[in-house]
C-alpha cells in the first residue's frame, strides 16, 4: 500500500537547517492499523503529511499501491488526495459557517461525484451523526465536529486514511468513540495510519511505529484485541 | 469541477460575510452609478441641443457676422451687423437651390402691459421666417410683406410670453409695449417647448425687421443701408448644402469687397455643420464627465483587491482544507476570481440601477426648472458598465486568487 524509501525533509529555518526526517523507510499493507507515536518534533507529522502529499519531501522516494508519487505534478496529487486518502486533523478543519453535510460533500464536489448529498448523508449515517447533518460546526461537539470529519474523510471511498492526533482534543469517552468508529473502518477494509502520543490509543492499534528525532527506532505489531483483523469466513 | 459548483462555493462564501460583501460592493456602486449618471446626462443634453437645432427646420444655412480677425467665440460675444436687405435679395435671386432667405436681428428685450412684464427675444425679420425657421403659428396670423413694407407696429409673440403676460386670455389684438414701444400682437406662435442658449424658444417676440431698423434701434448702418445681424437660407435639399454654401461666400464676399482671405465680416455654416460642431462639444463634454466618473471605478476596484488579498490571508485555513480533500489550484483561483467577479458585478448591476434612477431624477427636475436635459441610458452605456466592472472584478480578483490558488497545503492547515 505504502512504501517509503528513504525519505528526509529538511525545513530550512532561515540559514541553519533543521532535519525533520533521517532517511526514512517504512512500509505499510493494504488493510493495516498503524500509530505513529513519538514526542514533540520526532517528526511523526511530517511523516504523515509526506504520506498524504501535504508536504514534499527533501529527498527519498514514496511509492503509493504501486505509484511514483514523486514524480507527480500538482494536479495529479490533488486528484490522489480526493480520491486514495482521507484526512483527519486534531483541530478537525471543518468549515466554519457551513452545515456538517456541505462539509462531507466538499470532497466530492472537488471529484466531480454525482449524488453528492446523499453519498455525505450515508457517510454521516456511518459515523452516526445523520441526525445533526444540518448543524453548523459551532453547534456541534468536539466529538461530533470529529465524527463530521470522519465522515469527509471516507465520503469518497478512498483505500488510505490519515488521522493527525484524531483524539488530541477529546475527553476520553468522545475519543474511544472515535478511536472505535476507525476500528470499524479498518475492519471494512480501508488502511489507517494515525498519528498519536496517547500510548493507550496507540495500544488499541495493530502496530506501532516510534519515531525520535527523525528516525524510525521501534517498529512492532501489538496483537490488540479491540481492533481485530476481519475474519475471511464472515463477510 | 464544474464551473456552476465554483459558482455555488463563491456565492455561499459572499453570502458567509454579508457586511464585507457589501462594503466591496459599495466602492463599485458608486463608480458605476457615477459613469453610468454622467454619460447619461451629457448625452441627454447632447440630445436636447441636438433637437433645439434641428427643430428650427431643416435644410438651413446659418449666416451670422463678424468682425474680421475676431476668432472663435469671441465672435459670438461681439454684436457685429454685416449683411443688408440688398445683400438678401441678391442671395434670394442669384444663388440656385435657394428657396427664402429670412434676416434677422435678435436681442434682449423686456416686454409688458400694463400689469406684467417679462423678458422676449426680439427677433427682427421677414415673412419668410415662419416656414424657414418653423414657426408656425397656433393664432392670429404672422407678420407679412405688406407689415414689412409699411414698418407696422405689430408683433407675433411666442406662447410663453403670451401665457406671462394674458394668461389663459386670448392675446390677438391686445396692445403690449417692447422697450417702451406700443405694438399690436397680431398673432401667437405654437408652444415649440426648446430652447436656445438657455433661453426657451417661447420667449421670441417677432416683428417686421425694418420696424426694428426704423423705429426701436435705428441708426446702424452698414455700406449706406440699414445693417442686419444674421440670414437664414432655406434650400431645396440637404445635398446641395455645400454647394450653396460655397455659392453664398463668393457672392457675400464679392458683394462687400473682401480681397484678403479671413478677413471676412461674416460666418456661414450649414445645418450639418453647426450639428457636428455641437457634437464635438458635447462629446468632451462626456468624456471629460465619464473620466471623473471612471477615477471612481478604479477606487472602487482597489477596494476588491483590497478585500480580496485581507480574504485569501483570513482564509488561509480554508484554502489548506480545500486543497487537503482534492482541490487543485485551477479550483481555488477559479473560486477567488469569481468571488471577485460576482462582487464587482452585482456592484455593477445595482450601480446601473442607481444612476438610472438619478438620471431620471435628473431629467425630472430639470424639466421643472424648464430646462429639459433627457435620460438618455443606453443599452451600450448599460452593457460597457456591466463589462467594465466584470473586468474590474477579474482584474483586481487575479492576483489575489493566485496567491490563494499557489499555497502550499500544509502551510495553509497550519496558518493561525
Not at chain 1, 98 to 121: C, D, F, H, M, W
Request: net charge neutral; hydrophobic share 45%.
Amino acid at each position: 500500500m505504502i512504501e517509503l524509501e528513504k525519505i528526509s525533509k529538511i525545513y530550512q529555518m532561515g540559514k541553519i537547517e533543521v532535519p525533520a526526517l533521517k532517511e526514512v523507510s517504512l512500509k505499510v499493507q493494504a488493510g493495516e492499523m498503524v500509530a505513529l507515536v513519538g514526542a514533540s518534533g520526532s517528526g511523526k507529522s511530517t511523516l504523515m503529511n509526506i504520506m498524504g502529499f501535504l508536504d514534499q519531501p527533501t529527498s527519498g522516494k514514496y511509492f503509493l499501491e504501486g505509484e511514483d508519487v514523486s514524480q507527480l505534478n500538482d494536479n495529479r496529487l490533488a486528484e490522489m488526495r480526493n480520491r486514495k486518502i482521507g484526512f483527519v486533523f486534531q483541530s478537525y478543519n471543518l468549515l466554519p459557517r457551513t452545515a456538517a453535510v456541505a462539509n462531507v460533500e466538499l470532497p466530492l464536489i472537488y471529484g466531480g461525484a454525482s449524488q453528492k448529498r446523499k453519498r455525505a448523508l450515508e457517510a454521516l449515517e456511518r459515523v452516526g451523526l445523520k441526525a445533526r447533518a444540518n448543524h453548523k460546526p459551532s453547534e456541534l461537539s468536539g466529538g461530533e465536529q470529529q465524527r463530521v470529519a470522519i465522515a469527509r474523510a471516507l465520503v469518497n471511498n478512498p483505500s488510505l486514511i490519515l488521522a493527525d492526533e484524531p483524539t488530541g482534543n477529546l475527553d476520553t469517552k468522545a475519543a474511544n468513540e472515535i478511536i472505535q468508529i476507525f476500528c470499524q473502518l479498518n475492519r471494512d477494509g480501508i488502511t489507517i495510519v494515525m498519528v498519536t502520543h496517547e500510548m493507550d490509543i496507540a495500544a488499541q492499534t495493530k502496530r506501532i511505529v516510534r519515531l525520535l528525532d527523525g528516525q524510525i527506532i521501534e517498529d512492532k505489531l501489538t496483537g490488540a484485541k479491540t481492533c481485530e483483523p476481519p475474519e475471511p469466513t464472515r463477510s | 469541477m464544474k464551473i456552476i459548483e465554483s459558482f455555488f462555493i463563491a456565492l455561499r462564501s459572499l453570502n458567509a460575510n454579508k457586511l464585507r460583501s457589501s462594503l466591496t460592493m459599495l466602492g463599485v456602486i458608486i463608480g458605476v452609478g457615477s459613469v453610468i449618471t454622467l454619460m447619461s446626462v451629457g448625452r441627454g443634453a447632447e440630445a436636447s441641443i441636438t433637437s433645439s437645432i434641428t427643430d428650427m427646420g431643416t435644410n438651413l444655412i446659418y449666416l451670422s457676422s463678424k468682425t474680421p480677425g475676431v476668432q472663435g467665440m469671441m465672435s459670438m460675444a461681439s454684436p457685429a451687423y454685416s449683411f443688408t436687405m440688398s445683400d438678401v435679395q441678391a442671395i434670394a435671386e442669384r444663388v440656385p437651390s435657394v428657396i427664402a432667405v429670412a434676416p434677422t436681428i435678435e436681442n434682449y428685450v423686456e416686454v409688458s402691459t400694463a400689469s406684467d412684464s417679462t423678458l422676449g427675444i426680439v427677433e427682427a425679420t421677414t415673412p419668410e421666417f415662419e416656414t424657414a425657421l418653423n414657426y408656425p403659428t397656433a393664432e392670429g396670423q404672422f407678420i407679412t410683406a405688406k407689415n414689412v413694407a409699411a414698418m407696422d407696429m405689430v408683433v407675433v409673440i411666442g406662447n410663453k410670453v403670451a401665457a406671462t403676460l394674458f394668461g389663459t386670455d386670448s392675446a390677438v389684438g391686445k396692445k403690449i409695449k417692447v422697450n417702451g414701444r406700443q405694438f399690436s400682437v397680431i398673432g401667437v406662435l405654437e408652444k415649440k417647448g426648446g430652447q436656445m442658449m438657455g433661453v426657451s424658444t417661447d420667449s421670441v417676440v417677432i416683428m417686421p425687421i425694418t420696424t426694428y431698423q426704423s423705429r426701436l434701434f435705428p441708426g446702424r448702418m452698414v455700406r449706406g443701408e440699414d445693417a442686419i445681424q444674421q440670414l437664414t437660407v432655406q434650400i431645396s435639399n440637404t445635398n446641395v448644402a455645400d454647394i450653396v454654401s460655397a455659392d453664398i461666400t463668393t457672392l457675400l464676399t464679392q458683394r462687400h469687397r473682401i480681397t484678403v482671405e479671413g478677413k471676412e465680416d461674416f460666418q456661414i455654416m450649414t445645418q450639418e455643420q453647426m450639428l457636428s460642431a455641437v457634437k464635438q462639444v458635447t462629446l468632451i463634454l462626456t468624456i471629460l464627465l465619464g473620466s471623473i466618473a471612471g477615477i471612481s471605478l478604479i477606487v472602487g476596484s482597489i477596494g476588491i483587491m483590497n478585500i480580496m488579498l485581507v480574504s485569501v490571508t483570513e482564509r488561509t485555513r480554508e484554502i489548506g482544507i480545500r486543497k487537503a480533500v482534492g482541490a487543485k489550484r485551477k479550483d481555488i483561483l477559479l473560486q477567488f476570481l469569481l468571488e471577485a467577479a460576482m462582487l464587482s458585478l452585482s456592484g455593477g448591476i445595482i450601480g446601473i440601477i442607481g444612476g438610472w434612477s438619478v438620471s431620471w431624477l435628473i431629467a425630472i427636475v430639470s424639466k421643472a426648472l424648464g430646462y429639459s436635459i433627457p435620460s438618455a441610458v443606453s443599452v451600450g452605456i448599460v452593457l460597457l458598465a456591466i463589462i467594465v466592472s466584470v473586468c474590474i472584478g477579474l482584474a483586481s480578483g487575479v492576483y489575489p486568487a493566485m496567491r490563494a490558488a499557489r499555497l502550499n497545503p500544509i502551510d495553509a492547515l497550519h496558518y493561525e
